[in-house]
């Protein structure tokens, strides 16, 4: 009778190079989650009552802007596939400083509409969670 004796190798562990990039990926989510998507309800009311605008209208603003934001998905989805990650996160975050900024100069519904949909294409470029 023969007696195997199985050994197991201990791998060490390499410390993350990936570690800052972590970090600095969810201080840019966070960021843009709390000045896109979150702002929205913090400005909606004052919004209606200096402008005059119905809670109908700035919430299809935003509506539409979401709407935007999952149609635009599919195709900021495969840039980021392809490896584009990083440029189409800058790209969304220059897009959503811009419309921040629009948004504060917004006053006609129109421009409120336009911004909601520029952001909508902006939150599709940064609001996600990109695995490398």
């Not at 195997?4 to 840019?28: D, E, Q, S, V």
């Not at 999952?70 to 495969?78: D, F, H, Q, R």
Request: glycine share 8%.
């Amino acid at each position: 009778m023969k007696l195997t004796l199985l050994m197991t190798t201990r791998t060490t562990a390499k410390p993350n190079n990936g570690t800052f990039a972590t970090y600095a990926l969810a201080a840019a989510q966070l960021v843009s989650w709390g000045s896109i998507y979150y702002a929205f309800s913090l400005f909606v009311v004052p919004m209606e009552s200096t402008m005059g605008w119905s809670r109908t209208a700035t919430n299809a603003a935003l509506s539409v802007g979401l709407l935007v934001s999952g149609l635009a998905a599919y195709p900021v989805g495969t840039w980021i596939d392809h490896g584009h990650g990083r440029r189409v996160m800058v790209c969304g975050s220059v897009l959503a400083a811009a419309m921040l900024t629009l948004w504060s100069l917004a006053d006609s519904i129109v421009t409120l509409f336009v911004v909601w949909i520029n952001l909508g294409v902006a939150m599709a470029a940064t609001l996600y969670v990109w695995p490398g």
